[in-house]
């Protein structure tokens, strides 16, 4: 008998996280002292301020209950200090797991309701995460520019130009290196932001699109054909579309799986098996992300145990060795296997 998937199996392998929010990953800890030191606190205790930032079991359910944590972020990530500072302890936490290539994605336009322009927003995750290359030995991080899908089409096409003049590229470290949409799925097809992504792709950012995780596979064909995005977030409808099976297989579009956030958005049904295991039998290249590590409660290493109880250790070491491949922070190098110390 070998013994259960823990924690330490995955500890010393250095990985690279490719989904993961700013607003759902602030440690609630840090979120509490902000919310003190702006005299913003909505609760006497911090264990009160911790029940707002978490799911909690009974809130489980759908994508809409999920989408309700950011709210209490929101109040203070509308300053610049903030966000670099909330930048950099998520960057922190993630290297404490082994993280050593770190995407997180934000949406700049609803972190300027205090008077920040969308470039400031944007820099100041940029600045929070120059600070995590420059004090973490061997880190590197990229911004994805996310589109709420709420906002519109037309709101969507003025922030890919923002996150194009602020691309890598341009940067001596880090820069945007990615284009999303992201909130409230259903209603707002991929289609409709073409004209974004199109944007985006000519000023070379990475697509990648949350699609199939609250609304149908016709999304992620959409995200594919209409869009052409090379990574998919969630895509768990697609399981119930053998041909979109093969065809991500075939193009070998990654799918960003994040498995606790999925059970809690109802994406995957609680007691089946996470469509990691469907995903990987049609030959679909994946990645196992965090998505919100605070509002979700979890991590890095929580997230390869889970996908481990499915798949089996090797096959999790598998495609952490392969993830560095998908990312799009351009010059990511993961020169071992073996983390460094700090
Ligand atoms: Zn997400």
């Given at each position: 008998?070998?013994?259960?998937?823990?924690?330490?199996?995955?500890?010393?392998?250095?990985?690279?996280?490719?989904?993961?929010?700013v607003?759902?990953?602030m440690p609630?800890?840090f979120t509490?002292?902000l919310?003190?030191?702006?005299?913003?606190?909505?609760?006497?205790?911090?264990?009160?301020?911790?029940?707002?930032?978490?799911?909690?079991?009974?809130?489980?359910?759908?994508?809409?209950?999920?989408?309700?944590?950011?709210?209490?972020p929101?109040?203070v990530t509308?300053?610049?200090?903030n966000i670099a500072d909330a930048t950099f302890r998520i960057?922190?936490?993630?290297?404490?797991?082994?993280?050593?290539?770190?995407?997180?994605?934000?949406?700049?336009?609803?972190?300027?309701?205090?008077?920040?322009?969308?470039?400031?927003?944007?820099?100041?995750?940029?600045?929070g995460?120059?600070?995590?290359?420059?004090?973490?030995?061997?880190?590197?991080?990229?911004?994805?520019?996310?589109?709420?899908?709420?906002?519109?089409?037309?709101?969507?096409?003025?922030?890919?130009?923002?996150?194009?003049?602020?691309?890598?590229?341009?940067?001596?470290?880090?820069?945007?290196?990615?284009?999303?949409?992201?909130?409230?799925?259903?209603?707002?097809?991929?289609?409709?932001?073409?004209?974004?992504?199109?944007?985006?792709?000519?000023?070379?950012?990475?697509?990648?699109?949350?699609?199939?995780?609250?609304?149908?596979?016709?999304?992620?064909?959409?995200?594919?054909?209409?869009?052409?995005?090379?990574?998919?977030?969630?895509?768990?409808?697609?399981?119930?579309?053998?041909?979109?099976?093969?065809?991500?297989?075939?193009?070998?579009?990654?799918?960003?799986?994040?498995?606790?956030?999925?059970?809690?958005?109802?994406?995957?049904?609680?007691?089946?098996?996470?469509?990691?295991?469907?995903?990987?039998?049609?030959?679909?290249?994946?990645?196992?992300?965090?998505?919100?590590?605070?509002?979700?409660?979890?991590?890095?290493?929580?997230?390869?145990?889970?996908?481990?109880?499915?798949?089996?250790?090797?096959?999790?070491?598998?495609?952490?060795?392969?993830?560095?491949?998908?990312?799009?922070?351009?010059?990511?190098?993961?020169?071992?296997?073996?983390?460094?110390?700090?």
């Amino acid at each position: 008998m070998t013994s259960p998937p823990s924690p330490e199996d995955f500890l010393p392998i250095e990985k690279v996280e490719l989904h993961q929010h700013v607003d759902g990953s602030m440690p609630a800890a840090f979120t509490w002292e902000l919310m003190l030191a702006n005299g913003l606190a909505p609760v006497k205790t911090f264990d009160e301020m911790q029940r707002l930032l978490v799911l909690q079991d009974h809130e489980e359910g759908s994508l809409l209950d999920y989408l309700d944590k950011f709210h209490y972020p929101l109040w203070v990530t509308q300053f610049y200090q903030n966000i670099a500072d909330a930048t950099f302890r998520i960057a922190e936490e993630a290297y404490s797991k082994g993280v050593r290539g770190l995407e997180l994605r934000y949406a700049p336009n609803i972190h300027t309701y205090a008077g920040l322009t969308l470039r400031q927003a944007i820099g100041s995750v940029l600045s929070g995460m120059n600070r995590a290359e420059r004090e973490l030995q061997g880190m590197r991080c990229g911004l994805i520019v996310i589109a709420m899908r709420h906002f519109g089409p037309h709101i969507a096409k003025i922030l890919a130009r923002q996150a194009i003049s602020e691309g890598q590229q341009f940067h001596d470290r880090v820069g945007v290196v990615g284009f999303d949409i992201a909130g409230a799925e259903r209603g707002n097809p991929p289609v409709l932001f073409r004209e974004a992504f199109d944007i985006a792709r000519k000023g070379r950012l990475g697509l990648t699109l949350h699609a199939g995780e609250d609304g149908a596979a016709d999304y992620v064909w959409q995200a594919i054909d209409d869009i052409g995005a090379t990574r998919i977030g969630h895509g768990c409808a697609a399981l119930n579309d053998p041909t979109l099976m093969k065809r991500l297989a075939r193009d070998q579009v990654v799918v960003e799986c994040c498995i606790t956030s999925n059970y809690q958005t109802n994406a995957a049904k609680r007691g089946e098996p996470h469509p990691i295991v469907a995903f990987l039998e049609a030959g679909v290249p994946v990645a196992i992300c965090t998505d919100n590590t605070t509002v979700s409660n979890t991590d890095q290493l929580e997230e390869c145990v889970l996908a481990a109880e499915l798949i089996g250790v090797d096959a999790v070491h598998q495609i952490l060795a392969a993830t560095p491949s998908y990312s799009f922070i351009r010059g990511l190098r993961i020169p071992s296997r073996r983390t460094r110390r700090r």
